[in-house]
């Protein structure tokens, strides 16, 4: 499992696109969208599961 942390942003997609093409499709994208258009980066990759900034450190500091 991968958590890529600003994953629709423009260092975290290119991470994230590579690690896609090497196969790797278990990963955790963790960004704030907010109204930006960001989400459409994402449109074309393979993840897991989407988090919001807060929500993911809220479940890392105390559990889901």
């Not at 600003?6 to 590579?18: M, P, T």
């Amino acid at each position: 499992m991968y958590i890529v942390n600003g994953g629709a942003g423009f260092r975290g997609s290119a991470l994230f696109w590579q690690l896609n093409q090497m196969g790797v499709q278990d990963i955790i994208v963790v960004y704030r969208l907010g109204k930006s258009e960001k989400w459409r980066d994402l449109g074309n990759l393979a993840y897991t599961d989407y988090f919001h900034k807060d929500t993911f450190m809220e479940v890392m500091l105390h559990g889901e």
